[in-house]
């Protein structure tokens, strides 16, 4: 079956350090991959996705490239903020001919301090 | 635009007792999903559905029941609470295509005494 694995958390930085949250995936077809942020209190919001091998997506500053030979899609920001504070779950979805339910990781909790 | 409405945003139960969790889409969405959120176990997936009429099971079904006699709602029923049941519950929808994202509810904060 699918799976999506994430690192561990917590990850803590300091305010303007450079993020790297860590997922890989195994799938049988080709999936869509997809970030999503949770900030406390909150549901799950998309953050970016891909669609297709060598795509990246972004949005707010944070990256992801979809990287078939590795089955990656490492999530990046170059200078995080202290409201970036929160937690953040990769997630995949089969392409054609498979299942369209979503496969989550377990989610990566970031703390950034001032 | 609503999105996904999830009532009530906190409950507090008595083992044994019922109720049900409401979810209501505006996004004319197909297909819906119930997951519970637990500390270090992510997201589980407990039901979800493709259309009106339609729902199956997912990963940790047991305790709980769902219907879905329109494409805009899909509730929620746990038919006689446990203390294990204490959790945060989120709704989803999305279309019914593969490269589109779930859309979550703001959940709602369960707890079994």
């Known amino acids: 079956g699918n799976s999506v694995t994430q690192m561990e958390g917590p990850v803590t930085l300091s305010e303007e350090a450079f993020l790297t949250i860590n997922c890989t995936y195994t799938?049988?077809?080709?999936?869509?991959l997809f970030w999503y942020v949770q900030y406390p209190g909150e549901g799950l919001q998309l953050l970016l996705k891909?669609?297709?091998?060598?795509d990246k997506g972004s949005n707010k500053g944070f990256e992801a490239t979809y990287r078939k030979e590795t089955t990656s899609f490492h999530l990046e920001k170059g200078s995080v903020q202290v409201s970036d504070s929160a937690v953040y779950f990769c997630?995949?979805?089969?392409?054609?001919?498979?299942?369209?339910?979503?496969?989550f990781g377990r989610g990566t909790s970031l703390i950034v301090h001032p | 635009n609503a999105g996904v409405t999830q009532t009530p945003k906190f409950q507090v139960l008595k083992t044994g007792q019922s109720m049900t969790l409401q979810c209501a889409q505006d996004?004319?969405?197909?297909?819906m999903s119930w997951y519970r959120q637990d500390p270090g176990m992510g997201l589980r997936l407990i039901h979800y559905?493709?259309?009106?009429?339609?729902?199956d099971q997912g990963e940790v079904p047991n305790g709980y029941n769902v219907s879905r006699s329109t494409t805009e709602d899909f509730p929620l029923r746990l038919l006689s609470a446990a203390p294990s049941q204490t959790s945060v519950y989120f709704c989803?929808?999305?279309?019914?295509?593969?490269?589109?994202?779930?859309?979550f509810g703001d959940g709602t904060r369960l707890s079994i005494l």
């Open positions: 989803a929808s999305s279309a019914r295509l593969s490269n589109q994202p779930q859309h």
């Open positions: 799938a049988t077809g080709y999936p869509s």
């Open positions: 891909a669609t297709k091998a060598d």
């Open positions: 997630a995949l979805s089969e392409g054609s001919g498979g299942s369209y339910i979503p496969t």
């Open positions: 996004m004319n969405h197909e297909y």
């Open positions: 559905s493709v259309g009106a009429g339609i729902t």
